[in-house]
């Protein structure tokens, strides 16, 4: 069964402070693991899309990367606006994306 | 461009009542699914169709039927509403080929 566990659970930073979020997962056979933004209220908004060990994509003040095991959302010097939820999930062989539970980030000014 | 609807934003039921959340795109995207999220849970598959006349269950399918007539709609129905289906659900489409998935804002639903 595909799994994805993310922590923290919280995360609180002052502006500028640096800083990365964890996604661990087990998958049968990755067919891309993607981060999601989430702010209160609304839908989930699409970040990145990784496929392979190595692979990194950046936007902004965030940078994705993936090993076999894990992914790291990499915030570098972070403003207010970049509070939200931040969701990880991983499509394997069955086609469907299976979420962590979320690290809901909190950027202090 | 309106992307990706949903309605109602809000609803109140009570135990036994039915309803349909409706979800609307006009990306002509084939694929589309259902998600509902919870405190603690992450956001989880109830059901997901490839194109229009094609549905299959996701992870938590028991409780809630679909269908879809059209691309451009794929509405979620609660036969019976429990208080266990209080949530916040959210619709997705996906162009075949593509990685990124659309959301809709959400219904949230509450059933006492």
């Known amino acids: 069964e595909d799994q994805v566990t993310q922590s923290p659970e919280a995360l609180r930073l002052q502006e500028g402070e640096s800083s990365s979020l964890n996604c661990s997962y087990t998958v049968s056979g990755l067919r891309g693991l993607f981060w999601y933004r989430q702010d209160p209220g609304k839908g989930p908004e699409f970040l990145f899309t990784l496929y392979s060990a190595g692979e990194e994509k950046e936007k902004e003040r965030l940078k994705a990367t993936l090993t076999k095991k894990e992914s790291f959302l990499h915030i570098t010097a972070p403003k207010p606006e970049d509070s939200a939820t931040y969701l990880c999930?991983?499509?394997?062989?069955?086609?469907?994306?299976?979420f962590g539970q979320g690290t809901r980030l909190t950027i202090n000014p | 461009n309106a992307g990706v609807t949903q309605t109602p934003k809000f609803q109140v039921l009570k135990t036994g009542q039915s309803m349909t959340l409706q979800c609307a795109q006009d990306m002509n995207h084939e694929y589309m699914s259902w998600y509902r999220q919870d405190p603690g849970m992450g956001l989880r598959l109830i059901h997901y169709s490839v194109g229009a006349g094609i549905t299959d269950q996701g992870e938590v399918p028991n409780g809630y039927n679909v269908s879809r007539s059209t691309t451009e709609d794929f509405p979620l129905r609660l036969l019976s509403a429990a208080p266990s289906q209080t949530s916040v659900y959210f619709c997705a489409t996906l162009m075949q080929g593509f990685s990124e998935q659309f959301f809709g804002p959400g219904t949230r639903l509450t059933v006492l």
């Open positions: 999930a991983v499509k394997g062989g069955a086609q469907k994306l299976v």
